[in-house]
């Protein structure tokens, strides 16, 4: 089945620092959205990523999906005490009805 | 705040017990679903409902059991749970089901489950 992979797993950054986590699924993908969860809260929506290659900036937030739509990449500029949580990516295959999200990448911020 | 309410925010229960637990949502979304998740792990998908009909089941065990009485409540009944079920329930909405996976998903801020 369908599998999606985070690197790395934690990340720590001084303030002021940029930040990227990765996403990658064993399968074609036919979209992918990126959740923020903070400690102790709920799933946040970020935004959807549908074409290939396709890039989206959302301020200090950079996502960019492949070509072959089997990974993305999650970057923030200037990190800061905000930022902290743990970022999901998550999508659907082409092939079936899995949505799965990704074991996600934890980031701390250190002020 | 969010949009999806889930009540209660922390439950307790023992094995024998039966208890309910329940999302609410105003925002007209016709999809809706439970996700559990453990500590430190992503939401797992447990179900779906598109227009107040389930359809998807995660191959989830039959202590749970889900319900779907109208467009904007979603219950989650539980019943002879075990320890390993512990852990924070997430009831999300989103627009409807057939474009379901191309729409943001609203998640409430979740119950929090310890089996004694």
């Known amino acids: 089945g369908q599998q999606v992979m985070q690197i790395p797993q934690y990340q720590h950054v001084q303030e002021g620092e940029d930040f990227t986590t990765y996403c990658n699924s064993s399968?074609?993908?036919?979209?992918i959205q990126w959740y923020k969860q903070r400690p102790g809260g709920h799933p946040v929506f970020l935004i959807q990523?549908?074409?290939?290659?396709e890039v989206k900036k959302q301020k200090r937030l950079t996502f960019q999906f492949g070509e072959a739509k089997k990974n993305s990449s999650l970057h923030i500029t200037a990190t800061q005490t905000t930022d902290v949580g743990t970022y999901f990516c998550a999508g659907r295959d082409n092939y079936g009805q899995n949505f799965v999200f990704g074991p996600g990448t934890r980031l701390s911020v250190l002020p | 705040d969010t949009e999806v309410t889930q009540t209660p925010k922390h439950l307790v229960m023992g094995m024998t017990n039966k208890k309910s637990l329940k999302c609410e949502q105003h925002?007209?979304?016709?999809?809706m679903y439970w996700y559990k998740q453990k500590a430190k792990k992503p939401p797992e998908l447990m179900f779906v409902?598109?227009?107040?009909?389930?359809?998807i089941n995660e191959s989830v065990p039959s202590r749970f059991s889900p319900e779907c009485p109208n467009s904007s409540l979603l219950n989650l009944h539980l019943h002879a749970l075990q320890p390993e079920d512990s852990a924070l329930y997430l009831c999300a909405s989103s627009q409807d089901q057939q474009g379901a996976w191309n729409q943001p998903q609203h998640f409430g801020d979740g119950t929090r489950l310890s089996i004694l």
């Open positions: 990523l549908v074409k290939s290659g």
């Open positions: 925002m007209g979304h016709r999809a």
């Open positions: 399968t074609t993908l036919s979209n």
């Open positions: 409902y598109s227009y107040e009909k389930l359809s």
